[in-house]
């Protein structure tokens, strides 16, 4: 099984809101991501977590606050966001965050419109 | 730091014709190679990859792709189009030095003309 899953599918809210994207994959993958993709864009790297610490912030807002409770499961945090944060927002996995020839594996995303 | 160019952000072919759609990067040395396509409002699926090995690379749903050091291409190729493969492909790279960092191309967006 080579699933990553992400729940919401689709997500709205206001700027003054609280929400969690959640990420789940159960492939026994050690490395994380949080992507962000805006439309007829690449992905854009946010968050790497490697055996659940945090390797890479790719300077992203303090609005936007990633937690890995475990080895399967990946959260992103969002507070008081903008609408410019609206975009699609995928998590990925791989085998290891070191090992440039792993796949890595992306979710379906979740579609974040902020208000 | 890598950059990866595919030349053409619109392409469009009819049904049947063979597609190609070209990708190239911009170190000395060479980096792993990836192809992957997002569906409309669905995440990305790898096509194929290059790490070591034949040059010459098969995928799923009869893609391949050729790596030419020469010309630091990475070209994807499908002999006969197929409606459903109209979709966005992105090329990616990442460095032989370490880590699992992709470069994005910018994409393609494939058009299918019946």
């Known amino acids: 099984d080579t699933e990553v899953t992400q729940t919401p599918k689709h997500l709205v809210m206001g700027m003054t809101n609280k929400k969690s994207l959640k990420c789940e994959q159960h492939?026994?993958?050690?490395?994380m991501y949080w992507y962000k993709q805006k439309a007829k864009k690449p992905p854009e790297l946010m968050f790497v977590y490697s055996y659940e610490k945090l390797s890479i912030n790719e300077s992203v807002p303090s609005r936007f606050s990633p937690e890995c409770p475990n080895s399967s499961l990946l959260n992103l945090h969002l507070h008081a966001l903008q609408p410019e944060d609206s975009a699609l927002y995928l998590c990925a996995s791989s085998q290891e965050w070191s090992r440039g020839t792993d796949t890595q594996y992306f979710g379906p995303g979740t579609r974040l419109t902020v208000l | 730091a890598q950059s990866v160019t595919q030349l053409g952000s619109h392409v469009s072919v009819s049904e049947g014709a063979l597609v190609l759609l070209r990708c190239n990067y911009s170190?000395?040395?060479?980096?792993?190679l990836f192809w992957y396509v997002q569906y409309p409002n669905q995440g990305l699926q790898l096509l194929l990859k290059y790490t070591t090995g034949a040059t010459l690379v098969k995928g799923i749903n009869g893609f391949e792709a050729e790596f030419k050091k020469s010309e630091t291409s990475f070209h994807l190729t499908k002999p006969s189009a197929h409606m459903s493969d109209a979709a966005e492909y992105f090329c990616?790279?990442?460095?032989?030095?370490?880590?699992?960092?992709?470069?994005f191309g910018t994409g393609t967006s494939l058009t299918v003309i019946p």
């Open positions: 990616a790279v990442k460095d032989l030095a370490g880590g699992n960092q992709f470069y």
């Open positions: 170190s000395s040395v060479p980096p792993y």
């Open positions: 492939m026994g993958h050690r490395a």
